[in-house]
């Protein structure tokens, strides 16, 4: 028999009017933060300071609200955590094809709805920094920073103040999407929204979130780093091929582990009723479909990307 697990701060009886009000204060304070930031920071003329300063409001927005939720929240997880290696190496892997194969697909319809002029052209807006102190604080503030503090607010805060269920996962994707107040990039950010929330839903390891979306963030980074060194044809081929590959490891490596560790919990229920049942027929363990949906969607809709542009 498992027990619940209390989550810190846990211990005071709140209604659920008072967990509701807490919660959609918690937001409002988090958007309203990254809201104000371009404002205040944009006189500064400084670069690095310039983005040390939105940063800081990053960093407010996102842990003061946990640092209040530490003290205030009363949410109890209601699963126990998941302890098995292979599971969460399982969960992981498709967690990182999922968003791969989210990203694609919102390049390829923001490609696709610019063809059809519906929308503009995007430009590059990252101001990234060279030499020897400005790719590392490059790396802090674009990579480190982003990772660490959206996924303590997102995937710690407002998922146990909204219950630390599977709703609640969605839930909070939907608010990790709008708050980043950018249009062309919402459908990636929700798809990894719900992914890093379905992730920590399943392990209850908020670090897994943490590892996976600062190596998203440095596989972006690296690319916009590119986009400034290669002719725009090879850094097309190269965006493309570099995301196609990590999509593929990850559907690959997550149906490899998927298989074996289904086969081994299938002969060990079958040891336990009787050993000398014959070995049941193979069949595919309950992951593979979905992660074949995914790559099968992932091409359909670039393939309806690449056309479509052909055409226009």
Not at 17 to 42: D, K, N, Q, V, W
Request: glycine share 6%.
């Amino acid at each position: 028999m498992t027990t619940q697990t209390p989550i810190p701060g846990a211990g005071k009886e709140r209604t659920a009017g008072e967990t509701a009000a807490f919660t959609a204060c918690i937001l409002l304070f988090h958007l309203l933060l990254l809201a104000l930031a371009p404002s205040f920071c944009r006189p500064i003329e400084d670069p690095y300071l310039r983005v040390s300063a939105l940063k800081g409001f990053q960093i407010a927005a996102c842990l003061l609200p946990a640092l209040l939720f530490r003290v205030w929240g009363d949410v109890r997880e209601p699963l126990p955590r998941v302890r098995r290696k292979k599971e969460i190496l399982l969960y992981s892997l498709i967690a990182l094809a999922v968003v791969s194969a989210g990203l694609q697909i919102n390049v390829a319809v923001n490609e696709f709805l610019s063809a059809l002029g519906v929308l503009p052209a995007r430009e590059g807006s990252t101001a990234v920094f060279y030499g020897p102190v400005g790719i590392p604080f490059t790396f802090l503030v674009y990579v480190l920073i982003p990772a660490f503090c959206e996924e303590v607010f997102f995937r710690y805060t407002l998922f146990y103040a909204l219950g630390g269920t599977k709703t609640a996962a969605i839930l909070s994707a939907f608010c990790f999407a709008f708050s980043h107040l950018e249009f062309f990039g919402f459908l990636y950010t929700l798809i990894a929204g719900i992914a890093l929330g379905l992730l920590v839903y399943a392990t209850r390891r908020l670090f897994l979130a943490v590892l996976l979306h600062a190596a998203l963030n440095a596989v972006t980074l690296l690319l916009v780093y590119l986009s400034r060194l290669l002719p725009a044809e090879v850094y097309l081929f190269t965006e493309t091929a570099l995301w196609f590959v990590i999509l593929a490891a990850g559907a690959g490596c997550a149906l490899f582990v998927s298989t074996r560790l289904f086969r081994r919990q299938r002969e060990t229920a079958q040891s336990a009723i009787d050993p000398e049942l014959a070995v049941l027929p193979r069949r595919d363990p309950p992951v593979a479909l979905p992660l074949r949906l995914v790559v099968a969607v992932y091409l359909l809709i670039a393939l309806a990307a690449a056309v479509g542009k052909r055409l226009l």
